[in-house]
């Protein structure tokens, strides 16, 4: 059994920073692709960012605008997202997810087979 743990979200002002981490814990796999997605209340999840974890390729939704920054950790499995100039409007759960079977594009939630249970973001005007 494979999970991934989200830690770091919480309440914020607009114009503040987080740091959100994700770990893998239970069996040992291996990661083609890590990537962060996000749901508000009333919208579907959609991509934020991703990194391949061989080369470190990233890949940014357009709406991020440069502000947050994904990286891999050190451990296996463990993936990073740093948010800069928070808006009110990336309120939002953020979940982490790792594609094992190289399936898909980054940018697609279809191409992750493990997700982790998520991690409220809350962005104060």
């Known amino acids: 059994q494979v999970q991934l743990v989200e830690s770091g979200g919480g309440l914020v002002q607009a114009g503040g920073s987080l740091r959100l981490s994700c770990a893998a814990s239970?069996?040992?796999?291996?990661?083609?692709?890590m990537g962060w997605f996000r749901q508000a209340p009333g919208k579907e999840r959609e991509f934020v960012a991703a990194?391949?974890?061989?080369?470190?390729?990233?890949y940014y939704a357009d709406s991020i605008e440069g502000r947050f920054t994904i990286s891999r950790g050190n451990a296996k499995n463990t993936v990073y997202l740093q948010m800069n100039s928070l808006k009110p409007e990336d309120t939002a759960v953020y979940y982490c997810?790792?594609?094992?079977?190289?399936?898909?594009?980054?940018?697609?939630?279809?191409?992750?087979?493990?997700w982790g249970q998520g991690t409220q973001v809350t962005v104060s005007s």
């Open positions: 997810a790792a594609d094992t079977v190289r399936s898909g594009s980054p940018r697609w939630a279809t191409t992750y087979d493990y």
């Open positions: 239970g069996r040992t796999f291996s990661s083609y692709v």
């Open positions: 990194i391949t974890w061989s080369s470190g390729v990233t």
